[in-house]
């Protein structure tokens, strides 16, 4: 199994930015696919998550500016990022679980990516 994210970088305030997470290894079309993140000194924090029927459910301070999507044909999970502010700075983990529901909880993900760093800056 493998999650592999990319996308990440150095952003200005108000700039956007894309971050892919490429699967592998198990059947994608059977996963919630999430993107977690997290900040120097902070816990691992839920940003948004989608099922593999398209519904979605993004983090209070996201909204309106993140929009996440997959590509079931390609095994791969977008998160798209607008108006990017300072404390958006974290590295970017996906994830996969198993089943229908997405989930905000960390420990209900299986598989795990190796991160993307965002730094948001003025």
């Known amino acids: 199994v493998q999650l592999q994210a990319s996308g990440g970088g150095l952003v200005q305030i108000g700039g956007s930015l894309r971050l892919s997470c490429a699967a592998s290894?198990?059947?994608?079309?059977?996963?919630?696919m999430g993107w977690f993140r997290q900040a120097p000194g902070k816990e691992r924090e839920f940003v948004a998550a989608v099922s593999w029927s398209g519904e979605s459910e993004y983090e209070d301070s996201v909204k309106g500016r993140f929009a996440i999507s997959r590509d079931d044909a390609e095994s791969t999970v977008y998160l798209q990022m607008n108006s990017l502010k300072p404390e958006d700075t974290a590295v970017y983990y996906c994830a996969a679980r198993f089943g229908v529901v997405v989930n905000r909880d960390v420990d209900e993900y299986e598989y795990w990516g190796q991160g993307t760093l965002v730094t948001v800056s003025s």
């Open positions: 290894g198990f059947t994608f079309s059977s996963y919630a």
